[in-house]
């Protein structure tokens, strides 16, 4: 709980996205108080904030379409919140609905997620307005053009600077490429880069994607960073393996002049230059990859020497992809680096968006994480709304509202965010008792004031929510007062709203759970599920289906680091053991991957690895055995592993015959993957092992 609180996040929104929302949340205000109109401009501000958070990265058709949705479902729910907000029975029964259908709505995704969660709370606000149902139409319409001049702040830049999105998302996965180079990460750790190729495959293959000549260059560009984060996390597997001193200082030269090339690719590509400077670097390269060459011979050990000839290879298969993206980055579209097959732009199966309607309807079931939130919603703002209504609470609407944005489907995120919010509202009056008094009789300062505390708002909400918080209690007391609500009364009422709404929240989710102790294991099995068909593509020269494996596997990582986040925040002595268990065979399964990493660099540096009958053995007992892991993830039962240990022997054997194909880099590259392989299957199946037999002799513990 603790942690929670103070725990502060990297900034992620740029100053220039903070200063264009902010805009578009004071510029309404303003003019509405210049000429008069203040509730008309009122209602164009609060249109403005529910839309400002669906200004996310991403290409700007993107972009427009999210933010349209957000403002289209804002202006319907004031709409509909004005027309049942006198009617106390069909604002509870349009209030339990709005949580149910915008509760099932996290099925489809964060961004959608946060559309359900605006319109819910629209609807609330609306309701306890008490504006004339005549009046209702025009409120809308102020509402969504609020969201609308958001959405025009956030796509002016479209005609001038088309190709920014792709840019930056290129940019982004450039540096954290020099950050694997510089930081050579533990093969126990998660391959690093997943998230932003994910995020960059996303903008330049998926459905809102640019279309131009620029297109294929950047197109070429993520294929190349692909190949080089492969070489690059192979480099660091053996600079980590090698144990002469010399020839790891040789290793790493080449690794920190490929980090000062990705430095200087992506300084380039972010600000549209020519990358003189990693031109530059690109000639320094070369000799120490040389020196890195010359060296293997000169090596004490037998060991030593074909792991550094491994080495040497992937430092020329390193030097000639960064040779291509600095060529490319200089905007060159040489179609030679990259065959035919990106033409198209197909998303990766595992990243394409799927029909919201079959995934709703998978989700209507009780075992749902989406509709057990979705139920908790509705009986939640039900509830909130009757009481406040049947009770009399002035202004009562802060219980439902508060309530619908703490509530989270997960127990850790319902606790974090009613914590947060509790102690973010105590900063924010702290904050505004200081300043409010000062300012709320002039409207010049009182507006002043309105702008810096939204800025702070949008550029700190993702780093702390709780300081997010406290600068939107400060930002909403004004809002209440530039409507005629005076200042310590806002205050007492949120007090009370927030206090009793975040309580609602928390009982909700304690009355009914869903513990994700009950789920990690179903994560880790597809994400063993994952790797089992990366490493059958890659030992079975399916060069193909490589790229459609990888990110599958990416998207299982992914999913199993946010289960496990979820399991961290979740309460009982049970939970904690589950999550070292767990987090101890992950870290295995890293290994399983990493270890496929130089074999898959050089069957695409060869087209194909040896065709061996014990290769083809091999790679069937390794297919069986993750098969059988997965499985004994899924049922919680014992795993029944054969290990590929016999295989693996005859097929080194088998190697070992052909003097020639023992020497070629596919021949060194397949014995040394294979050994490993084996060691991570024959780990991970010892480890669920140890697990079932634990599972078997513990007590059962209360969270599951």
């Given at each position: 709980?603790?942690?929670?609180?103070?725990?502060?996040?990297?900034?992620?929104?740029?100053?220039?996205?903070?200063?264009?929302?902010?805009?578009?949340?004071?510029?309404?205000?303003?003019?509405?108080?210049?000429?008069?109109?203040?509730?008309?401009?009122?209602?164009?501000?609060?249109?403005?904030?529910?839309?400002?958070?669906?200004?996310?990265?991403?290409?700007?058709?993107?972009?427009?379409?999210?933010?349209?949705?957000?403002?289209?479902?804002?202006?319907?729910?004031?709409?509909?919140?004005?027309?049942?907000?006198?009617?106390?029975?069909?604002?509870?029964?349009?209030?339990?609905?709005?949580?149910?259908?915008?509760?099932?709505?996290?099925?489809?995704?964060?961004?959608?997620?946060?559309?359900?969660?605006?319109?819910?709370?629209?609807?609330?606000?609306?309701?306890?307005?008490?504006?004339?149902?005549?009046?209702?139409?025009?409120?809308?319409?102020?509402?969504?053009?609020?969201?609308?001049?958001?959405?025009?702040?956030?796509?002016?830049?479209?005609?001038?600077?088309?190709?920014?999105?792709?840019?930056?998302?290129?940019?982004?996965?450039?540096?954290?490429?020099?950050?694997?180079?510089?930081?050579?990460?533990?093969?126990?750790?998660?391959?690093?880069?997943?998230?932003?190729?994910?995020?960059?495959?996303?903008?330049?293959?998926?459905?809102?994607?640019?279309?131009?000549?620029?297109?294929?260059?950047?197109?070429?560009?993520?294929?190349?960073?692909?190949?080089?984060?492969?070489?690059?996390?192979?480099?660091?597997?053996?600079?980590?393996?090698?144990?002469?001193?010399?020839?790891?200082?040789?290793?790493?030269?080449?690794?920190?002049?490929?980090?000062?090339?990705?430095?200087?690719?992506?300084?380039?590509?972010?600000?549209?230059?020519?990358?003189?400077?990693?031109?530059?670097?690109?000639?320094?390269?070369?000799?120490?990859?040389?020196?890195?060459?010359?060296?293997?011979?000169?090596?004490?050990?037998?060991?030593?020497?074909?792991?550094?000839?491994?080495?040497?290879?992937?430092?020329?298969?390193?030097?000639?992809?960064?040779?291509?993206?600095?060529?490319?980055?200089?905007?060159?579209?040489?179609?030679?680096?990259?065959?035919?097959?990106?033409?198209?732009a197909k998303l990766p199966a595992a990243l394409r968006p799927g029909n919201p309607l079959q995934t709703l309807r998978a989700n209507l079931d009780l075992s749902s994480v989406a509709l057990r939130h979705a139920i908790r919603c509705a009986a939640c703002l039900g509830v909130a709304v009757a009481c406040e209504r049947l009770l009399e609470i002035p202004h009562g609407a802060w219980i439902p509202m508060t309530a619908a944005i703490v509530l989270r489907p997960d127990f850790g995120g319902t606790l974090r965010f009613g914590l947060l919010r509790v102690a973010g509202t105590f900063g924010g009056l702290l904050l505004t008792s200081l300043l409010v008094h000062l300012v709320v009789d002039d409207v010049l300062p009182s507006l002043l004031l309105m702008t810096l505390l939204c800025f702070g708002f949008r550029m700190l909400a993702t780093v702390n929510y709780g300081i997010g918080v406290a600068m939107l209690t400060g930002m909403l007391v004004l809002l209440l007062a530039f409507d005629g609500i005076p200042p310590g009364e806002a205050i007492h009422m949120r007090v009370l709203g927030t206090t009793l709404g975040s309580a609602l929240a928390l009982v909700a989710y304690l009355l009914w759970p869903t513990w994700e102790g009950q789920r990690a294991n179903i994560a880790l099995a597809r994400l063993v599920d994952g790797y089992r068909a990366h490493i059958r593509a890659v030992l079975g020269n399916d060069i193909e289906a490589l790229r459609e494996t990888r990110t599958a596997a990416r998207a299982a990582r992914t999913r199993v680091l946010a289960s496990f986040d979820r399991l961290r925040a979740e309460p009982g002595r049970t939970r904690a053991d589950k999550l070292a268990t767990s987090e101890s065979f992950l870290a295995n399964a890293h290994r399983l991957i990493r270890t496929s990493l130089s074999l898959e660099a050089a069957l695409r540096d060869e087209g194909s690895l040896p065709r061996l009958p014990e290769l083809a053995t091999f790679a069937s007992q390794v297919d069986d055995a993750l098969a059988a892991i997965a499985d004994a993830l899924r049922s919680r039962t014992p795993p029944r592993v054969r290990s590929p240990r016999q295989a693996e022997r005859q097929l080194a054997k088998a190697l070992a015959r052909d003097e020639t194909l023992a020497a070629s880099p596919a021949g060194m590259a397949l014995a040394d993957t294979c050994d490993r392989i084996t060691d991570s299957i024959d780990t991970l199946a010892h480890l669920l092992r140890q697990a079932r037999k634990r599972d078997a002799e513990a007590v059962p513990g209360p969270a599951g």
């Amino acid at each position: 709980m603790l942690r929670s609180l103070i725990d502060i996040k990297p900034r992620d929104v740029p100053f220039r996205v903070a200063l264009r929302n902010t805009v578009a949340v004071v510029a309404p205000l303003a003019v509405g108080l210049a000429i008069d109109q203040v509730p008309a401009g009122l209602a164009m501000t609060t249109g403005a904030i529910n839309t400002m958070f669906t200004d996310q990265p991403g290409p700007y058709r993107q972009r427009m379409q999210h933010m349209l949705m957000s403002a289209a479902a804002a202006g319907l729910s004031a709409l509909l919140g004005i027309l049942v907000g006198g009617h106390t029975w069909l604002f509870v029964l349009a209030a339990a609905l709005a949580g149910l259908l915008g509760g099932l709505l996290v099925a489809l995704g964060p961004v959608i997620a946060r559309v359900g969660m605006t319109s819910m709370i629209v609807l609330i606000i609306t309701a306890d307005m008490q504006v004339p149902t005549a009046h209702a139409p025009g409120v809308a319409a102020l509402i969504f053009a609020g969201g609308v001049l958001q959405m025009l702040m956030a796509v002016a830049a479209w005609p001038l600077q088309r190709y920014r999105p792709e840019r930056f998302a290129l940019a982004t996965v450039l540096r954290q490429l020099a950050e694997v180079a510089r930081s050579r990460p533990d093969a126990s750790q998660p391959p690093p880069v997943s998230i932003a190729a994910m995020d960059a495959l996303e903008t330049l293959h998926g459905e809102y994607r640019s279309r131009g000549r620029a297109m294929q260059s950047f197109r070429i560009i993520a294929e190349l960073c692909e190949r080089v984060r492969i070489d690059l996390l192979s480099l660091g597997d053996l600079f980590v393996r090698v144990e002469d001193p010399g020839a790891v200082a040789r290793i790493g030269d080449v690794l920190a002049n490929a980090e000062a090339i990705l430095g200087h690719l992506s300084d380039a590509m972010r600000a549209a230059e020519k990358p003189l400077r990693a031109e530059q670097e690109v000639a320094t390269l070369g000799s120490r990859v040389d020196a890195l060459v010359q060296a293997v011979d000169t090596v004490p050990g037998t060991r030593d020497r074909r792991l550094l000839r491994i080495a040497a290879m992937r430092a020329q298969g390193l030097a000639g992809q960064l040779r291509a993206l600095v060529r490319n980055s200089d905007w060159a579209s040489s179609r030679g680096e990259i065959r035919a097959e990106l033409a198209d732009a197909k998303l990766p199966a595992a990243l394409r968006p799927g029909n919201p309607l079959q995934t709703l309807r998978a989700n209507l079931d009780l075992s749902s994480v989406a509709l057990r939130h979705a139920i908790r919603c509705a009986a939640c703002l039900g509830v909130a709304v009757a009481c406040e209504r049947l009770l009399e609470i002035p202004h009562g609407a802060w219980i439902p509202m508060t309530a619908a944005i703490v509530l989270r489907p997960d127990f850790g995120g319902t606790l974090r965010f009613g914590l947060l919010r509790v102690a973010g509202t105590f900063g924010g009056l702290l904050l505004t008792s200081l300043l409010v008094h000062l300012v709320v009789d002039d409207v010049l300062p009182s507006l002043l004031l309105m702008t810096l505390l939204c800025f702070g708002f949008r550029m700190l909400a993702t780093v702390n929510y709780g300081i997010g918080v406290a600068m939107l209690t400060g930002m909403l007391v004004l809002l209440l007062a530039f409507d005629g609500i005076p200042p310590g009364e806002a205050i007492h009422m949120r007090v009370l709203g927030t206090t009793l709404g975040s309580a609602l929240a928390l009982v909700a989710y304690l009355l009914w759970p869903t513990w994700e102790g009950q789920r990690a294991n179903i994560a880790l099995a597809r994400l063993v599920d994952g790797y089992r068909a990366h490493i059958r593509a890659v030992l079975g020269n399916d060069i193909e289906a490589l790229r459609e494996t990888r990110t599958a596997a990416r998207a299982a990582r992914t999913r199993v680091l946010a289960s496990f986040d979820r399991l961290r925040a979740e309460p009982g002595r049970t939970r904690a053991d589950k999550l070292a268990t767990s987090e101890s065979f992950l870290a295995n399964a890293h290994r399983l991957i990493r270890t496929s990493l130089s074999l898959e660099a050089a069957l695409r540096d060869e087209g194909s690895l040896p065709r061996l009958p014990e290769l083809a053995t091999f790679a069937s007992q390794v297919d069986d055995a993750l098969a059988a892991i997965a499985d004994a993830l899924r049922s919680r039962t014992p795993p029944r592993v054969r290990s590929p240990r016999q295989a693996e022997r005859q097929l080194a054997k088998a190697l070992a015959r052909d003097e020639t194909l023992a020497a070629s880099p596919a021949g060194m590259a397949l014995a040394d993957t294979c050994d490993r392989i084996t060691d991570s299957i024959d780990t991970l199946a010892h480890l669920l092992r140890q697990a079932r037999k634990r599972d078997a002799e513990a007590v059962p513990g209360p969270a599951g």
